[in-house]
């Protein structure tokens, strides 16, 4: 060992004599492991090998009935013609709206005199809003109707009894008022060579219902000629609401557009006359 410049060396001639030679001997019990090369600055992998996938699939027996179909087409069978109509994804589409979108088409239908209704929603009627203006005014009408019933029956000491028919004949009324009109309004524009879309006139007789739900409520009050202005006054305002927007269109209809125009006016403050008479019309029995 020899010391140079502050550093310290080692022989050669000691480091050979200190080196050992082993011998390798096989080793039957040896394994030998090789890793392949990856890349661990990607996760995911780009591609996955194996059984193990990038990507999330549902088992092949999954319930995909609600799914949207892939671009490009679908396995299965799509209905046509009138077959379409009694399947779902029929009418999907009119359900895919925002609440922001809702709101504002009730909106337009408190102002009827805009007479811009159809026009927004020529491109997508929907049937959301419809449905749960349609479903609430049922239950609002039965209730608020049973209350003013019950209050007119308690004011006068008299004895009162649920009518639970009352939720029965609002089901009937509105769903089948909505439901049926436009179905025959639809059929007469044809008739006539001026067709418009079912869906749209499913979406206009809809949001014209919502002004009846406030018109409910204000018919708490017990006072008569109130609760007949309050239903004249809405029944006015949904039926200049559907008969200002379809004006227009039912114009090329010929020279009786006018008479469809003031059947539809007329129906629709019938309507609110067969409200007011049955749900808030108090007749108190007399014992």
Request: charged letters at 15%; proline letters at 6%.
């Amino acid at each position: 060992m020899m010391k140079s410049s502050g550093y310290t060396t080692i022989d050669k001639q000691n480091q050979n004599d200190s080196e050992t030679t082993v011998p390798s001997v096989p080793d039957p019990d040896h394994v030998t492991v090789k890793f392949t090369e990856t890349n661990l600055q990607t996760f995911p992998p780009s591609e996955a090998q194996g059984k193990i996938s990038g990507t999330y699939r549902p088992p092949r027996d999954a319930d995909d009935t609600f799914s949207k179909p892939a671009p490009g087409g679908s396995n299965e069978a799509q209905p046509t013609g009138w077959l379409r109509a009694f399947s779902v994804a029929a009418y999907r589409p009119y359900f895919d709206i925002d609440t922001s979108d809702v709101l504002e088409r009730i909106g337009d239908s408190l102002f009827p005199f805009k007479g811009s209704f159809s026009e927004k929603t020529a491109e997508n009627p929907d049937l959301y809003g419809p449905f749960w203006i349609c479903t609430t005014l049922i239950f609002v009408a039965a209730s608020i109707g049973a209350f003013v019933t019950y209050l007119a029956h308690k004011l006068q000491n008299k004895e009162w009894d649920y009518d639970i028919n009352l939720v029965t004949w609002s089901a009937g009324l509105f769903y089948g008022y909505v439901a049926i009109v436009p179905l025959c309004l639809y059929v007469l524009l044809k008739y006539f060579s001026a067709p418009s879309g079912l869906v749209q006139l499913w979406c206009l007789y809809g949001y014209s219902l919502f002004v009846f739900i406030p018109a409910s409520c204000l018919s708490v009050v017990p006072v008569e000629i109130f609760r007949w202005v309050v239903a004249g006054v809405a029944g006015f305002m949904s039926a200049s609401f559907v008969a200002l927007n379809l004006r227009t269109h039912i114009r090329s209809a010929g020279e009786s557009w006018f008479l469809i125009v003031a059947g539809i006016f007329l129906l629709q403050l019938a309507l609110a006359f067969v409200l007011k008479v049955y749900f808030f019309t108090i007749t108190v029995k007399k014992n």
